[in-house]
């Protein structure tokens, strides 16, 4: 009984020393994980990420090419128009690669070549199901609570079961669909070009194309892709949003590409103003207390070149910004300026930098020159990450010092930044890895789940290989 109760003792220590050793796994593995569930990281599109880059650990990994490249909305992005002549910046260049979102082990995006989501595993790229619209879905789904939600130049918005695709609803605010040929392809009048935004169990998307057609700002039921009840509405009106839609407690903001940017009210859809100063579609929306910052450009009217205006926030205009992330106090801002050949419309003498600015003061800490013109960024906690001509670049922010590249084929116009890994999207199709690869360090039975079943199999091992007499303990990784 004595030899039997010391050895009860033994293997109760045993299994608790297993267990923290096996909890450490895991918490080496997820405890600075963080998803990227939406289309630049968030409703805010602030592309900013708190999860702590480990450089070692961005490896070249698998990628995923597409049959063909991106089939933008507006040709080249719209670069020049009858209205609004800009001869050198696309107003509305919004679609030009396959921009993913990232849950737990999968990635998603949406195609405008095959007319889906695609579910990828994100350590493998290997396809794990699609599911098929009758448009092109230009944005990637955002992710919640285990469903995806997305639209799609069909008119619709879509909610399919992250797990497998399987479709839960989906919800159009217009009942006829007239179609039209647009680049070679039939679309509805009320295309879905904004993406989504999910907030407080609400789905918000705008439906537009033309501004003589209604266009159409939607909330609907997460859940069950009602449009009817408390703060669920279709609110027509004269605008065209193009661009990803932001989210915030009060107030929803839209892009339009060659007009100014609109708000509205969440809770009801009643418009809250226009903004004047820079048309485009790119935006954020930036946070200090309980004020809401809107900064908003890209396509610069009647004029050549970038510019980036604010609403609401700290900092003033940026003449020549084309891209910027804020965090930690800083506003890290891509500028570009450059000359345009008159007669033949390509630039010349193009000069692209970054720099930091403080938001207390509108100080520059730094600036420094990039290899070459740039086309996105984002921030993961001290580490920036800007995509280019042919290659993805990792600055640092407490100096600018260039720390990490690699290359890549095309403009690296998509990034996205979870679970150790770096995902980059080019406008030739492609996207790509760098990572850690198929399993998570604590998945030991490498089932692409970090279960029960990885505890059982994680103890036997650590048992066995405390016995100095098994010598396939040598062999164990």
Known sequence: MKEYMMSLVSNK????????????????????????????????????????VVLEELKPGWVHTSPAPPQRAWGNGMPWDAWSYNGSVAMRDFDSAFFVTVAGQDIFFGSSVTNSVH???????????????????????????????????????????????????????????RVIMNNG??????PIRTGTAVLDGKVYFAASLVPWESSYLCSVDASTGSGTGA???????????????????????????????QIFNRATGASAGTLNGATGVFALLTSDGSSTGFIYGQGKDSAHGYHLATSSDRLAAFPGG?????????????????????TKGYRKNTNTTLKAVSRDDGSVQWTVP???????????????????????????????????????????????????RLFVSTDSGKIYMFGKGNFAGADFDADGDVDFSDF??????????TDPRDAECENMG
């Open 13 to 52: 220590c045993g299994y608790r020393i297993s267990m923290m050793l096996f909890m450490a796994a895991i918490l080496t593995t997820v405890g600075f994980c963080e998803d990227w569930p939406t289309y630049m990281h968030d409703n805010a599109r602030s592309g900013f990420t708190s999860e702590v």
């Open 119 to 177: 579910c990828l595993d994100a350590g493998s790229g290997r396809g794990k199901w699609f599911f098929r619209t009758d448009g092109a879905v230009r944005f990637p789904p955002s992710f919640n609570d285990g469903k995806l939600y997305f639209g799609s130049d069909d008119g619709y918005v879509y909610c399919v079961t992250a797990s497998n695709g399987s479709l839960v609803w989906k919800y159009s605010p217009v009942a006829e669909k």
């Open 185 to 190: 392809n039939l679309i509805t009048m009320s």
């Open 231 to 261: 703060g669920l509405y279709t609110v027509s009106g004269g605008v065209t949003p193009a661009g990803a839609i932001l989210a915030s407690q009060t107030k929803i903001y839209l892009t339009q590409g060659r007009f100014y940017p």
């Open 322 to 342: 084309k891209l910027m992330v804020v965090g930690d106090g800083m506003a890290y801002i891509i500028t570009e300026t450059f000359q345009v050949e008159t």
């Open 370 to 420: 990039c290899n070459s013109r740039c086309f996105s960024l984002i921030m993961a906690d001290a580490t920036l990450f800007v995509g280019a001509v042919d290659e993805v670049v990792v600055y640092d922010t407490s100096n600018g010092q260039q720390v990490w590249s690699q290359p890549v084929k095309g403009f690296a116009r998509g990034l996205a930044y979870a679970n150790q």
């Open 456 to 465: 059982q199999r994680f103890i036997d091992d650590y048992l066995r290989c």
